[in-house]
T-cell receptor
Framework: GEDVEQSLFLSVREGDSSVINCTYTDSSSTYLYWYKQEPGAGLQLLTYIFSNMDMKQDQRLTVLLNKKDKHLSLRIADTQTGDSAIYFCAFRRTGGYNKLIFGAGTRLAVHP | GAGVSQSPSNKVTEKGKDVELRCDPISGHTALYWYRQSLGQGLEFLIYFQGNSAPDKSGLPSDRFSAERTGGSVSTLTIQRTQQEDSAVYLC????????????FGQGTRLTVV
C-alpha cells in the first residue's frame, strides 16, 4: 500500500547476501516487522525491531532501521534456496487502533 | 484452536454469484484482519476488526464486499455478485491486543471466479 513501499522482486545467487528494502511513511511506528510467506503457505513472523534500535541481528538475518529516512531493510547472509519466498515488511500504526500495515511484499528468488 | 483457520480452502464460483469466506481466529485474539493477495500482486488490506471498536473498512474495494465479526470471534467476508477480478487468495490474520503482538495468518481461501 502507499504507506509502505517495497520493490516487488529480487533475484540472488545461492550463497550471496540478499538485501530487501522497505520505506514507510508513519513516523510514529514503534514496532517494525518482517514476515515471510513460503509458497502455498500463510505469512509467518520472521523478526521485528523496536523503533529505538538501529540494528538487530538474528543468526543469518540482520535488520537495519534508519528512522530519519524511514527506511527498513532485511539482510539475509549466505542466502539458500530455502529462503525463496515473499518477504513483507510491516509496521504497527499507533494511536487508536494499533493496526498492522503491510507492504506489498518482495518476492525473493534464489538461483544456483 | 491452535491457529487461524479459514474455510473453504478453495472456492470456485460463477461470475455474479455471492460467496462467503470464513475465518476462525485464535481464541482470545481481539484483532482480526482480512487481506487479499492476487496473483502477481502484493498484499492488499481489506478490513480490520479490533475488539468492540467500529471496524476499519477503508480497504474494501467496492460495496460488493462486506465483513462481519460475530461475538468478537468468527468473521465472515462476503463478496456479492462476484467478478473475475475478485479471483485471489483471501488471507485472514488475528493478533492479541498490545503494542508488539505477532499477527498469525491462516492458510487463506483461494477464490476463483469463472
Amino acid at each position: 500500500g502507499e504507506d509502505v513501499e517495497q520493490s516487488l522482486f529480487l533475484s540472488v545467487r545461492e550463497g550471496d547476501s540478499s538485501v530487501i528494502n522497505c520505506t514507510y511513511t508513519d513516523s510514529s511506528s514503534t514496532y517494525l516487522y518482517w514476515y515471510k510467506q513460503e509458497p502455498g503457505a500463510g505469512l509467518q513472523l520472521l523478526t521485528y525491531i523496536f523503533s529505538n534500535m538501529d540494528m538487530k541481528q538474528d543468526q543469518r538475518l540482520t535488520v537495519l532501521l534508519n528512522k530519519k529516512d524511514k527506511h527498513l531493510s532485511l539482510r539475509i547472509a549466505d542466502t539458500q534456496t530455502g529462503d525463496s519466498a515473499i518477504y513483507f515488511c510491516a509496521f504497527r500504526r499507533t494511536g487508536g487502533y494499533n493496526k498492522l500495515i503491510f507492504g506489498a511484499g518482495t518476492r525473493l528468488a534464489v538461483h544456483p | 484452536g491452535a491457529g487461524v483457520s479459514q474455510s473453504p480452502s478453495n472456492k470456485v464460483t460463477e461470475k455474479g454469484k455471492d460467496v462467503e469466506l470464513r475465518c476462525d481466529p485464535i481464541s482470545g485474539h481481539t484483532a482480526l484482519y482480512w487481506y487479499r493477495q492476487s496473483l502477481g500482486q502484493g498484499l492488499e488490506f481489506l478490513i480490520y476488526f479490533q475488539g468492540n471498536s467500529a471496524p476499519d473498512k477503508s480497504g474494501l474495494p467496492s460495496d460488493r464486499f462486506s465483513a462481519e465479526r460475530t461475538g468478537g470471534s468468527v468473521s465472515t467476508l462476503t463478496i456479492q455478485r462476484t467478478q473475475q477480478e475478485d479471483s485471489a487468495v483471501y488471507l485472514c490474520a488475528s493478533s492479541s491486543d498490545g503494542m508488539n503482538t505477532e499477527a498469525f495468518f491462516g492458510q487463506g481461501t483461494r477464490l476463483t471466479v469463472v
